[in-house]
């Protein structure tokens, strides 16, 4: 079935966010007219989450894209993430998950923003020796003041993913998958059951299965990332779409995503994932199967639940 850009709720919140969406963290430089027009063109062609962290660029990726959106705030799903703190000497972060930071940080994210109110508030990272419960407490006083609408995780850790899908209110789990990255699909029952969706980042593979050279990934060669990219071909031209639309489909058909987060840099970038979505079709199970059957499935093999 053929379909445009479409909205999916974000877990069990009242957030609808476009399957598509806009990862901000490629836009570098601050308040720059191509960061501008790319988040405006983005916001005209449907997109409406637009994804940041008080980590890039020590909050000015968060002052640009406040900036950017200011006119259209109302309009659009503001997500953000805390947890990480720079040190003074911006070498390096240092990880800060406690309840005193997240309840004191949020007050500069939103000032960043220009907003009285943050949509997704996702704690960015995490391990299973934080004080998960206190961590959870300070998401949930941030809820009841209004500072932040709903919150989630940033986490491709399965012991943690499993700890908040179990002991909290999160709308949502960012992780990277992708047809190159399945490894967080033995997570995916936990978040069905207990309705809490997915943003994929890294849907398209960092180009590797697109018009880069194959090249090794993850625990892959070379060779198999290049069997792999020459079945997305296969599959393209037999379905007559692009090859980014092949491997946006094969994400968002996995059942549990709401999004699938492109870092976008330039302007013909953005070209490139309108037509993909213009493109978008559910893939046939026959050609989904297929292109599993071209790359080996991986696991973690550590942080396991």
Not at 50 to 73: C, H, I, K, P
Not at 253 to 267: H, N, P, Q
């Amino acid at each position: 079935m053929q379909m445009s850009l479409t909205y999916n709720t974000l877990g069990k919140s009242e957030l609808k966010v476009s399957q598509v969406s806009l990862g901000t963290m490629s836009l570098k430089g601050g308040i720059t007219k191509l960061n501008v027009d790319i988040i405006h063109q983005a916001h005209a062609i449907g997109i409406n989450y637009f994804d940041t962290a008080d980590l890039y660029e020590r909050g000015v990726n968060e002052s640009m894209v406040g900036q950017a959106l200011a006119a259209v705030r109302k309009d659009v799903v503001l997500a953000t993430k805390v947890g990480n703190q720079w040190r003074s000497d911006g070498s390096t972060w240092d990880w800060r998950a406690s309840r005193p930071y997240i309840i004191k940080t949020v007050e500069s994210s939103l000032s960043r923003l220009q907003t009285d109110y943050i949509d997704l508030y996702q704690l960015h990272g995490g391990t299973i020796d934080d004080p998960i419960d206190e961590i959870i407490d300070a998401f949930e006083q941030l809820v009841k003041e209004g500072k932040i609408r709903y919150y989630g995780i940033s986490s491709i850790r399965p012991n943690v993913i499993q700890a908040y899908a179990e002991r909290s209110n999160i709308s949502s789990v960012m992780m990277q998958y992708s047809l190159l990255d399945r490894r967080t699909e033995m997570v995916f029952p936990l978040l069905q059951e207990k309705e809490i969706s997915v943003i994929a980042r890294g849907a398209l593979t960092q180009g590797l299965l697109l018009d880069k050279p194959a090249d090794k990934y993850l625990q892959f060669t070379s060779s198999e990332v290049l069997h792999a990219k020459k079945a997305v071909e296969k599959t393209a031209l037999s379905l007559g779409l692009s090859k980014s639309s092949v491997l946006l489909a094969y994400v968002l058909d996995s059942g549990v995503v709401a999004s699938a987060v492109a870092g976008i840099r330039t302007l013909s970038q953005l070209k490139e994932i309108q037509e993909a979505v213009k493109q978008l079709k559910q893939l046939p199970e026959t050609e989904k199967e297929s292109l599993e059957k071209s790359i080996r499935q991986i696991s973690y093999t550590e942080h396991l639940v």
